[in-house]
T-cell receptor, first 112, second 116 residues
Framework: AQSVTQLDSQVPVFEEAPVELRCNYSSSVSVYLFWYVQYPNQGLQLLLK??????LVKGINGFEAEFNKSQTSFHLRKPSVHISDTAEYFC??????????FGKGTRLHILP | GAGVSQSPSNKVTEKGKDVELRCDPI?????LYWYRQSLGQGLEFLIY????????KSGLPSDRFSAERTGGSVSTLTIQRTQQEDSAVYLC??????????????FGPGTRLTVL
């Protein structure tokens, strides 16, 4: 069975500082990995995805994530955050049966 | 074009009552999913419909929960004899048919259910 662990429920970071949101997964088969973002009072939208190929994936709004198979991780990074990045971020995994399993989410708080 | 829509946006009900939540997927999307988002629990998979196949109900938390999808389009999630722990945001998502690859799920705005 697949599972996703987001180690940090909340991450505070100063504006213009770098940020890393951690995600680890477990699966016995090849996986697809995703990060979704939920801005305040809005629905979820796809931030980026890893399907195959290059392990460094670039998404919208300057975010990127790196797939590390040996560490079963898919951490999300941004070199310089903005106040508009305040949101909840969800890591997710599927083993291609279309049922996506989500982590519990990480709330990113941008401090002025 | 129109995205996934859900109704009602908010629902307040009394413990023990039944509720129905509706999802209208994006036209042409054959896959439809229901999730539950509770504070501190993230997104919990409930049920998945794909075309005419039998739905994957493995995420439904109890037999009080059921879902239908009529005509391969609109879906209704029904919660019978609601309990306070059912209070959550219920999210619906849809995607194109899968052929072993990945099709992005598009999420609706959710229905916030409050059970008093």
């Amino acid at each position: 069975a697949q599972s996703v662990t987001q180690l940090d429920s909340q991450v505070p970071v100063f504006e213009e500082a770098p940020v890393e949101l951690r995600c680890n997964y477990s699966s016995s088969v090849s996986v697809y990995l995703f990060w979704y973002v939920q801005y305040p009072n809005q629905g979820l939208q796809l931030l980026l995805k890893y399907l195959s190929g290059s392990t460094l994936v670039k998404g919208i709004n300057g975010f990127e994530a790196e797939f590390n198979k040996s560490q079963t991780s898919f951490h999300l990074r941004k070199p310089s955050v903005h106040i508009s990045d305040t949101a909840e971020y969800f890591c997710a995994v599927t083993d291609r049966d279309d049922k996506i399993i989500f982590g519990k989410g990480t709330r990113l708080h941008i401090l002025p | 074009g129109a995205g996934v829509s859900q109704s009602p946006s908010n629902k307040v009900t009394e413990k023990g009552k039944d509720v129905e939540l509706r999802c209208d997927p994006i036209s042409g999307h054959t896959a439809l999913y229901w999730y539950r988002q509770s504070l501190g629990q993230g997104l919990e998979f409930l049920i998945y419909f794909q075309g005419n196949s039998a739905p994957d109900k493995s995420g439904l938390p109890s037999d009080r929960f059921s879902a239908e999808r009529t005509g391969g389009s609109v879906s209704t999630l029904t919660i019978q004899r609601t309990q306070q722990e059912d209070s959550a945001v219920y999210l619906c998502a849809s995607s194109l048919a899968s052929s072993g690859g990945f099709n992005e799920q598009f999420f609706g705005p959710g229905t916030r259910l409050t059970v008093l």
